[in-house]
């Protein structure tokens, strides 16, 4: 399998503050361990171009996307809601975000890379179409999906988000777009407090009890996702990589491990070979226990290699 990974410098550009927990150590941690354990070097590493307004404004309208424009400070800090703030590079930041997934999203149709893993950063899925909110400015997923249909003309686009907090913003963007089918497992009840219960034709929620183990998140994942996977056939898998999940982060109350990011990683793997001919891009999401951050992406990325689970 040839695994591609997108990032780019600007990226650790952006930062909300000292005691922000989505901060710029969040792609080092992740470089740092990929590169001690080897697996950076066994990928094809690149760097995302930033996303235009046209390729933004096929999700977010261009109203929106001024006023975040207007919103940039000339220095310091400025404060969207209480979670998320802009500095001078938020933006810049924001756009190579989205590039990424875009960029991935190239790469996989054009036979260029198998599958790709973004690190990038601000994260995305709590980005609603018109809303900035959860340290999100753009919905990065949601922009490669819009990508995919204008340049490859792709008709069922998947996107399974495991973060820990569901992704809000991906609703907001695809509820009741036959073409996009979003599966979301979360902590229930947790932030972002809005689609929770929604009810769409296109969106497999899967709320998990604080407390929930390993075992609980793989069944519910068989249950709720495999059916509605496998009877919409999809042409893409995108994948919003959230590994707050994990049993030491500090912004949530799951308990999974390395090794369940690695079995949904492989998940994710067998619905793209199935039907994508292996076209999966995955893009981080959240993640904020530094070193639990670290080990759970090398597990993501060892799956995408299809190298062996180290647990």
């Known amino acids: 399998m040839i695994t591609a990974y997108i990032t780019h410098p600007r990226c650790l550009d952006h930062h909300m503050g000292p005691e922000h927990p989505e901060s710029p150590l969040r792609l080092e941690a992740i470089r740092a361990r990929l590169s001690l354990s080897g697996l950076l070097q066994q990928t094809m590493q690149s760097e995302a171009k930033p996303a235009s307004d046209e390729q933004l404004e096929r999700v977010h309208p261009h109203r929106h996307l001024q006023s975040l424009i207007k919103c940039v400070p000339e220095q310091g800090l400025i404060s969207l809601d209480g979670d998320t703030l802009?500095?001078?590079?938020?933006?810049?930041?924001?756009?190579?975000?989205?590039?990424?997934v875009i960029r991935g999203v190239d790469q996989v149709y054009r036979h260029q890379a198998d599958n790709v893993f973004c690190a990038v950063r601000p994260p995305g899925h709590h980005a609603e179409a018109s809303e900035a909110m959860g340290f999100c400015?753009?919905?990065?997923?949601?922009?490669?999906?819009?990508?995919?249909?204008?340049?490859?003309?792709?008709?069922?686009?998947?996107?399974?988000?495991?973060?820990?907090?569901?992704?809000?913003?991906?609703?907001?963007?695809?509820?009741?777009?036959?073409?996009?089918?979003?599966?979301?497992?979360?902590?229930?009840?947790?932030?972002?407090?809005?689609?929770?219960?929604?009810?769409?034709?296109n969106v497999i929620n899967t709320p998990?009890?604080?407390?929930?183990?390993?075992?609980?998140?793989?069944?519910?994942?068989?249950?709720?996702?495999?059916?509605?996977?496998?009877?919409?056939?999809?042409?893409?898998?995108?994948?919003?990589?959230?590994?707050d999940g994990h049993r030491d982060d500090p912004l949530a109350e799951l308990c999974l491990t390395e090794a369940d990011y690695d079995w949904v990683t492989r998940f994710a793997l067998e619905i793209a070979a199935r039907f994508a001919d292996n076209r999966l891009v995955s893009v981080l999401e959240g993640g904020y226990d530094l070193d639990s951050l670290g080990r759970c992406a090398e597990a993501h990325v060892r799956a995408l290699l299809g190298l062996p689970f180290e647990g």
Not at 86 to 100: E, F, I, K, T, V
Request: aromatic share 12%; proline share 6%; with cysteine.
């Open 86 to 100: 802009m500095n001078p590079a938020s933006l810049d930041a924001a756009r190579c975000a989205a590039g990424a």
């Open 137 to 201: 400015f753009f919905n990065n997923v949601a922009v490669g999906a819009a990508h995919a249909r204008a340049r490859y003309g792709a008709q069922r686009i998947a996107i399974l988000d495991f973060d820990v907090h569901q992704g809000n913003g991906t609703v907001d963007i695809f509820k009741d777009d036959p073409g996009v089918l979003v599966c979301s497992s979360y902590q229930y009840p947790l932030y972002p407090w809005r689609y929770l219960k929604a009810e769409h034709a």
């Open 208 to 243: 998990l009890p604080a407390g929930s183990d390993g075992a609980r998140f793989r069944a519910a994942i068989e249950r709720d996702w495999r059916p509605a996977l496998e009877a919409f056939r999809p042409e893409l898998v995108l994948v919003s990589a959230g590994f």
